[in-house]
């Protein structure tokens, strides 16, 4: 398949799996994707999703686990507009058609893609302003350090997939730092089971600019 701004060509399978994590909204392992779709995004397939910037995967345990990007979220909402592969046959064509009639849906009732894909019962923009809201709360002044046993513990409410994803997208904007605590002897139990990996690094803090 192509894409008028990518030039991307991708089989089946991994359109099914960029189709899923959106609809999932989440990070998934390999085991869940099978389970899911019948299929784990692995080798080549997951390589060049990778490469194209439409998915991280987490490579620091087994099984793998893939997150969809901003990159790739904006991929999926556009795919309809291209043809479908043609070694999708029915089933391929039928996922375009299913996917161009959600986003006419979504646009007749000006609800965005996140809206519509939400989890835990909370959608990920709003995770994010409660983040930031709990932030405020905590941090003793602008820009402050705040653990993320604080942090979880003030947002209990949230599961942790979704406060996971969310913090990781975070961590990509300006203004937002996470990271790890240098002694790490002196981490208590809880502050290390609050610890966010991303990539290969357990990170412990997180300081926000404020406007």
């Known amino acids: 398949m192509t894409t008028d701004n990518t030039d991307l060509k991708l089989t089946p399978t991994q359109i099914q799996a960029l189709v ?3 609809a999932e909204a989440r990070d998934l392992t390999n085991s869940e994707l099978k389970e899911l779709a019948g ?3 692995t080798g080549d397939a997951s390589a060049k999703l990778a490469k194209a910037g439409l998915i991280e995967t987490d490579r620091t345990h087994r099984p793998f686990s893939h997150s969809l990007t901003d990159k790739g979220s904006r991929f999926v909402r556009e795919i309809h507009m291209s043809p479908p ?4 046959g029915s089933a391929g ?3 375009f058609v299913l996917l161009a009639n959600v986003q006419r849906g979504l646009e007749r009732q000006e609800v965005s893609h996140a809206e519509f894909f939400k989890r835990g019962g909370m959608v990920v923009e709003s995770v994010e302003s409660a983040v930031r809201a709990a932030y405020v709360r905590l941090a003793t002044a602008p820009g ?3 653990g993320l046993a604080d942090l979880r513990a003030d947002l209990a409410d949230i599961d942790r997939a979704s406060l996971d ?3 990781r997208s975070m961590a990509r904007q300006t203004g937002v730092r996470i990271i790890p605590i240098a002694d790490t002897k002196n981490l208590d139990a809880a502050e290390r089971a609050a610890a966010l990996r991303i990539g ?3 990170n412990h803090a ?4 404020l406007p």
């Open 20 to 22: 899923v994590l959106m």
């Open 39 to 41: 299929f784990a995004l």
């Open 85 to 88: 592969p043609k070694s999708g």
């Open 93 to 95: 064509r039928t996922l």
């Open 144 to 146: 402050a350090w705040v």
């Open 165 to 167: 994803e969310t913090l």
């Open 200 to 202: 290969s690094q357990d």
């Open 206 to 209: 997180i300081a926000i600019e």
